[in-house]
């Protein structure tokens, strides 16, 4: 019942935007409140690295390479997390992976979406 679904995922140019949408529909919403959410990155050949996270608690933070890039949010109302993708670079390129850290219960994953950035 933890399993988030990513979706929003696509092929754009350099210097494009996408949204991506991670939602937990199935996850009560007490739980989505207290629960901590990431996204990650794949890219081919690659092993699978943070992006940004948001907390429970509000805290938002990005790894070095997407800032003023990337903006991540949550909607506890929608129980869904977004991740806003500006200025996008060939670097971006990967499959993107929704994690949900649960408290008390541990971590559920996504089955993730594909982004590719054309140069």
């Known amino acids: 019942q933890g399993q988030p679904v990513e979706s929003g995922g696509g092929l754009v140019q350099a210097g494009g935007s996408l949204r991506l949408s991670c939602k937990a529909e199935?996850?009560?919403?007490?739980?989505?409140?207290?629960?901590?959410f990431s996204w990650h990155r794949q890219a081919p050949g690659k092993q699978r690295d943070l992006v940004a996270e948001?907390?429970?608690?509000?805290?938002?933070n990005y790894v070095e390479s997407v800032k003023g890039r990337f903006t991540i949010s949550r909607d506890n109302s929608k129980k869904t997390v977004y991740l806003q993708m500006n200025n996008l670079k060939s670097e971006d390129t990967g499959v993107y992976y929704c994690?949900?850290?649960?408290?008390?219960?541990?971590?559920?994953w996504g089955r993730g979406t594909q982004v590719t950035v054309s140069s």
């Open positions: 948001t907390t429970s608690a509000g805290a938002n």
């Open positions: 994690a949900a850290r649960i408290p008390g219960s541990g971590d559920y």
């Open positions: 199935r996850m009560i919403t007490s739980v989505f409140w207290s629960t901590d």
